[in-house]
DNA sequence: TTGGTCTCCTTACACTGTACAGTACAGCGT
DNA sequence: ACGCTGTACTGTACAGTGTAAGGAGACCAA
């Protein structure tokens, strides 16, 4: 007991910013509260002072991460409005790539998220879509932005690592021409299109192009 | 040593199934070598006999989930097939909770995967969308349903627990009504939202809407 | 019979999240 | 100034995890 930590060099922002920093730097599978606690200078343990368990940790995490998110640009017609906070997410998902594992394990919560939410379906209900539309809209988006964007940085994640891209060769090589001529005739166009703004947008657009018309 | 286990009581096929049933039965999280060890009477390095390490084993139960993918429907218009290809894919996703992690986390391989992705694309092509167009289009279509459905899958394990509903309702209840004037309204409606087949066609005849303007 | 290969076993290591109990300190009412 | 209580953090321990390394028995070819 010759050093003792001084009291309250903790606090919920610090461990939160510090573990966000960790998983960054080492990626989320590595990142572990014993990890954190050496970060930090203090035990495993006393992160439980502040969050009930790992899980909860993740939730702020996650929360600080979507205030990232800047506002919803006011004065443009709804679809440019869409395209904005779709394409902010995407942003944010990959300049932090745990957000896309954070928000895919577990259930939406916290201030800021809703914060998110909430600019969306505001844009909805004032470009006039009824409740139902606007809401089922809204997870529609969501989940596009979500799928398209996890899939997206997965890819190139396994495109950086030699071991992921030698895979990706020999499986492509290993499909026979006859069995599946129309994966090996478009290989270039698919590994053209795992990702990029431009295959995200294509897919928005297609989304916001449904909803003109639907409307 | 005085039972030993007889030898060739293994192959992959009954891996791979074994370990299928213990992920459905107990969940994904659980699912450990030394449990898929014990299912099958045998101890824990054994499975490295026939897989170099856990995550090659994944790859191999998510190949064999693809594998129960019914064929492309013949004889139908183009958005009917890709509604078709779409819904399989859901529904299997559905059947077998465990499949939504298996997608996202980890890139796609194996034969019955090249399968399906061959049946979409034959679809698209003969359809008449060009090289690029097809690809694009494959991509955002698997992007969405990977997004929607896991989406679907995770608040509907939320809806069951009864710790995640009330976490769901004290999240709910925290949102103050003058912050979050839109997410508080819609909050009937966004519950209604988060899974089912009709939002889930929602979303997906969005896609084959703009798609079929944008031809 | 010998040698080699295949299949499964045992042991061990370096981790993980976290339950539980203990300890030092701050601020309080008396 | 005293003792009490609550807070913040520590230490230890437990039940797990994936898997590296090496060993042992069974089969088969020579």
Same mark, same amino acid.
């Given at each position: 007991m010759a050093t003792r930590?001084?009291?309250?060099?903790?606090?919920?922002?610090l461990i939160?910013?510090?573990?966000?920093?960790?998983?960054?730097g080492r990626g989320l599978d590595s990142f572990s509260l014993r990890a954190l606690g050496g970060e930090l200078g203090v035990g495993p343990m006393a992160i439980y002072?502040?969050? +009930?368990?790992?899980?909860? &940790?993740?939730?702020? !995490?996650r929360d600080h991460l979507m205030g990232l998110l800047p506002p919803v640009p006011p004065g443009e017609d709804w679809p440019d409005q869409v395209r904005a906070v779709c394409r902010g997410l995407r942003r944010l998902m990959l300049q932090h790539p745990c957000l896309a594992q954070l928000l895919a394990g577990r259930p939406l919560s916290g201030h800021e998220t809703a914060r998110v939410a909430e600019g969306l379906l505001g844009v909805l209900r004032s470009a006039g879509f009824d409740k139902e539309t606007?809401? +089922?809209?809204h997870t529609? &988006?969501?989940?596009? !932005?979500?799928g398209a964007t996890s899939w997206e940085i997965q890819m190139a994640s396994?495109?950086?690592?030699?071991?992921?891209?030698?895979?990706?060769?020999?499986?492509?090589?290993?499909?026979s021409a006859t069995e599946f001529p129309t994966v090996v005739e478009l290989a270039p166009e698919l590994a053209r299109t795992t990702g990029g703004e431009e295959q995200f947008d294509y897919g928005l657009d297609l989304l916001i192009g449904g909803l003109r018309t639907a409307s």
């Open positions: 930590t001084p009291r309250n060099t903790l606090n919920p922002e939160v910013t510090t573990a966000l920093e960790l998983m960054e002072t502040y969050f +009930r368990n790992k899980d909860d &940790l993740y939730d702020a !995490v606007a809401a +089922r809209t529609t &988006l969501f989940t596009y !932005v979500l396994e495109q950086r690592d030699p071991e992921g891209l030698r895979r990706l060769r020999t499986t492509m090589e290993s499909l």
